[in-house]
């Protein structure tokens, strides 16, 4: 039998946690989440007002639904999803940011180990997310957690570069996060990282291909909500694969809206390594962009 790993939830706090199962190669379990479906609630109630943010907070509740159903085989051992156990600061991100329609939504792939996946927030390098964002909220943990890879939360140490170049650009040009989210938000086409049994990150476009597709068929009904939901004019994906998916998943849903790329910061990238944040500025001026940011 192939290695194989399930998605079910887990929750002490008696709503949907995203669970890991590893299969051994002989079939066998090695981790087994402890906890039924069940009929969860799907989530805290919102206060009244910020009908925007709760939409899109539900949006992606139900979303999280629905990736329950997902099972992944080898080489995915691990799978966090930080949109359930770092619900909190995510919910404080949404609420503070998403509280009109925007013009422009930046769209990013997938969390990384050192942002997202212990913040909650896309591109969530912990310190910007701290001192810029101001985010706060509670972290737990993923219902099985890989030890190369703890959570740690808004406390994490380590700095996810990408994350740091990506909101250090717009820490630059404006006045405040007040000033960037007038206009423009950021949301990642996937919120769960993937990782195999050493620990390796695995991107969406690693997975075997009939657990890919059934993926990125959610992530791309997911995206469609967003955009609707956030009457956004423009998609800019971080990155070739951001890019691609928007313009596959708002074409399938007959969106007419302009979709554009930008390069992705990561540090993997030898052109991001050689002044990424000149780069960014040359294509934001160039999409007009940047007047929203800075005017």
Not at 7 to 19: I, K, N, R
Not at 228 to 240: E, K
């Amino acid at each position: 039998m192939a290695p194989k790993h399930h998605v079910s939830p887990t929750s002490p706090a008696g709503w949907f946690l995203l669970a890991s199962v590893c299969l051994a190669g002989d079939g066998s379990m090695m981790e087994q989440p402890d906890a039924s479906l069940g009929a969860a609630p799907l989530g805290p109630p919102f206060p009244p007002g910020d009908v925007l943010a709760t939409q899109f907070l539900q949006a992606e509740l139900e979303q999280n639904m629905r990736l329950r159903e997902l099972s992944f085989l080898n080489p995915v051992c691990y799978v966090y999803n930080p949109l359930e156990y770092a619900w909190e600061p995510h919910e404080d991100y949404v609420k503070r940011y998403c509280r009109s329609p925007k013009e422009v939504l930046f769209l990013g792939m997938n969390p990384g180990p050192f942002g997202m996946a212990q913040t909650g927030v896309p591109f969530g390098e912990v310190r910007h997310v701290r001192e810029w964002l101001q985010i706060r909220g509670q972290v737990s943990k993923p219902a099985q957690e890989h030890p190369k890879r703890p959570v740690l939360g808004l406390e994490c140490p380590q700095t996810e570069v990408s994350g740091a170049r990506f909101w250090g650009l717009f820490r630059s040009l404006c006045t405040g996060p007040e000033a960037f989210f007038r206009r423009c938000f950021v949301h990642n086409h996937c919120p769960l990282l993937f990782m195999s049994q050493s620990g390796k990150n695995l991107t969406p476009a690693d997975l075997p291909a009939a657990q890919r597709e059934r993926l990125l068929q959610i992530c791309d009904d997911g995206l469609a909500q967003a955009v609707r939901l956030l009457s956004v004019a423009m998609v800019i994906g971080v990155g070739r694969f951001a890019e691609q998916r928007a313009r596959k998943a708002l074409a399938s849903a007959g969106l007419q809206v302009r979709v554009e790329g930008l390069m992705h910061p990561s540090p993997r990238n030898p052109q991001a390594n050689r002044g990424w944040e000149a780069i960014a500025k040359a294509r934001l001026e160039e999409l007009r962009v940047l007047p929203l940011l800075t005017g």
